[in-house]
């Protein structure tokens, strides 16, 4: 099965955290807690791998619990790296990771290769389809990409800091928000306005 790409050439995967099979086995923030893990140890490894070897020229990543708990990852570049060493590399670093954590993620006694994590369901590959026009057109939508990196970046730094120093990364979260609103130059009543129509979004 190959890897579907839209015209700005990305591979996008989708990484479902539990076997279709094993039900309601992992509890929501168990479940969270391996998406952590794999935020911290598997991605900053490819993508420091992809960027060295000029594989990528762009990466995110975001989380999403709509039809199970996933992860979606997106890399950019050329045809040959993406559809060659980049699948191939990402692949197996989800292979292994899953095989670290087998139980309960994955029926016990079952071989875990990429072929059997596409077969399940767990790995997928999906169409990119960027939202062009909700960005504004072209121009806006590669603001938005380069701001999607930076954010998934500030994202592993977060994680690592958390469990470093035992501060919630909502704390993080929060001081990272009233930093933005600095920036734009919004007042305390204009953040406190802000802050409370986001809490409501």
């Known amino acids: 099965m190959m890897p579907v790409r839209s015209e700005q050439q990305w591979l996008y995967s989708q990484i479902y955290f539990l076997h279709p099979d094993q039900g309601d086995a992992v509890e929501p923030l168990a479940l969270r807690a391996v998406c952590d893990q794999f935020v911290l140890e598997v991605i900053p490894n490819l993508v ?64 875990i290769t990429a072929d059997t994590l596409l077969e399940s369901g767990c790995l997928r590959y999906a169409t990119y389809e960027p939202e062009i026009d909700k960005y504004g057109g072209p121009a806006g939508l590669a603001v938005a990409e380069a701001h999607f990196q930076v954010s998934s970046e500030i994202c592993m730094l977060v994680l690592a800091a958390e469990q470093q120093t035992n501060i919630s990364r909502s704390q993080f979260a929060l001081e990272l928000m009233d930093i933005l609103l600095s920036e734009f130059g919004a007042d305390p009543h204009e953040k406190a306005f802000l802050l409370r129509a986001y809490t409501a979004y």
């Open 48 to 111: 420091s791998t992809f960027q060295e070897q000029r594989w990528i020229e762009q990466f995110f990543f975001i989380r999403y619990a709509e039809g199970g708990y996933h992860l979606r990852l997106r890399f950019q570049g050329e045809a040959e790296y993406l559809d060659g060493p980049v699948r191939a590399q990402l692949e197996t670093a989800v292979a292994d990771f899953f095989a670290a954590q087998q139980a309960p993620l994955w029926p016990a006694g079952t071989e």
